[in-house]
């Protein structure tokens, strides 16, 4: 999809993107840009765990590539303070030992997070004001201001040797953000009226026709909902939506209502944004949670995390009746201001369930517009291709879906088709003014964390596990005789999610028995090995139990020497 480089000893220098996440999933962004002697890595993100990944807590990039050429590597440059570009950070930083450059509210999100693993007095924090360029090696960069569903959001006007590079962020186009700051369409204007090289652009939300509604447009259905309110009103949304709660702390104080906060992170972040003199409300207007039965239902409004339905989440908890403080039942609301992110369906629709079995009404999407996307529709994103007039056109942030919607709607827009590269992670790009290609692939793909345990659990592992829970496991015990290589004891048989042994008694003698027979069928020559006992008396009980069963436990023989 691409022109060969035309290469001449007269050519400008080679820039190389290498996209680590963030390409052909949503989530776990980050990519490394090089030029030269130098190169920057944009944004450190991580991925929630899925279906497929049973027992893990979140997933961060495979950084091989970015350990060869550390020598390189300036800083790590954040666009803004989602999870999804700072979470991998902790996990990451130390195989790195760069500074973290972003802005004040970025870099507070950031500094909490680091806390928390001790590494917050460790990694240098360089704070980038807008429009104040920060050199790093041949590299410049620019802060821009872009709106999103978070404060103090932005793109990147990055100056290299080989040309200039614009990176998007994650960017809507909202004309009337809460904070009053819009989108720098002039910045990005003239950026691509000195020439722009290449633009990175984000594709979330490309099959959406038109322009994303603006923030203002849920004022009318959060005034009307908290005025009419007969009880309680929780609002669940994403700790991070930071344009979200000063949306709902406005109008919480305008009715005259008390706020109060669920969840640790949706805590810490109101807090963050206070001190930072982004959010400015009356220290009455947010109350302690343990105040919480002492203030009139109707007056009571809760900012709570879980709006995926996570089963520990302040949110979860409430549906449940398991919170400790805070109790719905009849007049009370919930109000969902949050996108359902794909693959949370099941659990988002069961927690919307419990709620619905205490009579308590559950206002979402898109029955109300009651939650407004942060990322571009297709209208926008046709106006920052034709703001910036890039030579070389990448999509970023998206399924592969979204990437090739993003690279048809780029050559509507007369980019010429092989100058718009829809790459996955891991596959490099190489261009400069003279031409662009595919230029082969680096070292990409999914890191797990486990508790304190960070790429110690391989795709053999979770294959296992999702064995064990379809399933389950059987564990066959012999004694043998060191001398004798007879059966000295056994065999006893253990089930997990096989069958319940106690009630499937004629079962468990029958496994026994197989089990035996396959032991006692083998030479004496063979008893001596563990290994091959073992894989006869597992080739014989799987045999057994799928003709009986028609069923695939996985199992472990163990053989006792005595």
Known sequence: MGSALRCTVTSKPLLRIVPLGGLGEVGMNMMALECGGDAIVIDCGQRMPEEDTPGIDLIVPDITHLREIRSKIRAIVLTHGHEDHIGALPYLWPDLEVPVCGRRLTLALVREKLREFGLDRRVPLQEVKLGEPVTLGRLCITYVHVTHSISQSSALIIETPAGVVVHSGDYKIDDNPPDGERTDREALARAGARGVLLLLADSTNVDRPGRTPSEAALVPAFERLLAEAKGSTIVGCFASATHRHRLVLDIAQSLGKRVFLAGLSMTKNIRIQRELGLLRVPDELILDVADYRGTPPQRRVVLATGSQGEPLSALSRIALDEHRQITLGEDDQVILSARIIPGNERSIFRMINHFFRRDVAVHHEPAELVHTSGHAYREEMRELINLVRPRYLVPVHGEMRHLIAHRRLAIEEGIPADRVFVLEDGQI????????????????????????????????????????????????????????????????????????????????????EVARRAFEALPREAREEAPVVEEEIRRALRRSIKKRFDRRPMILPVVMEV
């Open 429 to 512: 790009l190489e261009c400069n003014g003279d031409g662009a290609r595919r230029a082969g692939d680096a070292p990409a793909g999914r890191v797990f964390v486990d508790g304190l345990g960070v790429g110690d659990i391989s795709e053999v592992v979770l294959r296992d596990r999702k064995h064990l829970a379809q399933d389950g496991m059987a564990v066959v015990i012999l004694a043998v005789d060191r001398q004798t290589r007879d059966l000295a004891g056994g065999p006893d048989f253990i089930s997990r999610g096989f069958v319940q042994c106690d009630l499937n008694e004629e079962v468990i003698s029958d496994l026994k």
